[in-house]
């Protein structure tokens, strides 16, 4: 545009007109290719101002990308550190409304995670949800993403994209990557939740069964369903259903539950018991004669305060 008011105004050739344009605005100091009248003048004072802001907001713009560039660059090795010091924490494949609602659940109970999603709005909302969040801004079903997000060395994982067949696949991987992890998968219709399970998954959730069976639980079972809802972490009562593990200097080890006296102890209520070498089942209001050995798991309903009381009586 310069040039052109240049070949308008003072009528010379373009290499003249392009060559004065280009001295204006890069404020070299050369003197000018010819003398110029008032009008010259006039339009020569607005190419340079117009220049100089444009090439002002061009290096605002290449400079607020280079940073940015940079911020995201310490980010992601801000979090790769962070993730090669985990050990024993949870992979959330997944960052919608169940992967958010599954974030603020860990984070409520002091267990790490990293969650991988290939979204960056969905990352903004995991941050949102939990502050101290580490995010893998990737995608979930690539076996380097799973490695890079430390899951040789996770507890477990729990993959709630929003396609079986996704699932399906980190199922495979998950359990190909770490044969002693826990497998958590989101299933959408029933026929997945047979695959899921031969899949590798230890776990299977269908969002959409649960949710019907808790409703007709409210309706058919309501006095069911209200003790149901005050066990459910982040229940307004402060209760919740949790575990506590007999340890092997427990002085509880070779006693009775009946001598154990866990409600008079801590004022929890026992409501189950999983022998250390019973394979996993769990024993449901177990008898007061049951003896405690050491591993075993009691599964007691109460609040934070009073698990861990237990905690520190039966460790």
């Not at 240049?6 to 605005?25: A, H, L």
Request: hydrophobic share 45%; glycine share 10%.
């Amino acid at each position: 545009m310069g040039a052109t008011g240049y070949r308008w105004i003072e009528g010379w050739s373009w290499g003249d007109c392009i060559y004065m344009t280009v001295i204006t605005i890069s404020a070299v100091g050369f003197h000018e290719v010819r003398p110029l009248s008032d009008a010259g003048r006039y339009w020569t004072t607005f190419v340079l101002g117009g220049g100089l802001t444009g090439l002002g907001m061009w290096f605002a713009v290449v400079t607020a990308s280079m940073v940015r560039m940079d911020l995201g660059n310490y980010a992601r090795r801000r979090n790769m550190k962070r993730i090669k010091k985990l050990e024993g924490h949870v992979v959330v494949c997944g960052g919608g409304r169940m992967g958010i609602q599954l974030v603020r659940q860990l984070d409520a109970s002091g267990q790490a995670f990293v969650v991988i999603d290939r979204d960056p709005e969905a990352k903004r909302a995991i941050c949102a949800a939990s502050s101290d969040a580490i995010v893998v801004t990737d995608n979930a079903t690539d076996d380097k993403v799973l490695l890079r997000a430390g899951i040789e060395r996770a507890r477990g994982l729990v993959t709630c994209l929003s396609a079986d067949a996704d699932n399906l696949y980190l199922c495979l991987s998950a359990r190909h990557l770490n044969s002693e992890l826990v497998v958590v998968a989101r299933a959408d219709g029933q026929s997945a939740v047979r695959k899921m399970y031969r899949a590798g998954a230890d776990h299977v959730v269908s969002p959409n069964h649960t949710s019907a069976v808790w409703a007709a639980s409210i309706l058919v079972r309501p006095a069911v369903a209200a003790v149901l809802d005050v066990a459910q972490p982040g229940s307004h009562l402060g209760r919740q259903v949790d575990v506590a593990t007999v340890g092997r200097d427990s002085p509880l080890v070779g006693r009775t539950l009946a001598e154990a006296n866990i409600p008079d102890q801590s004022g929890l209520v026992v409501i189950g018991l999983r022998r250390a070498d019973g394979g996993g089942s769990v024993e449901l209001n177990p008898p007061a004669s049951a003896v405690l050995e050491a591993g075993d798991d009691l599964i007691v309903m109460g609040d934070d305060r009073q698990v861990t009381t237990l905690r520190s009586y039966v460790g």
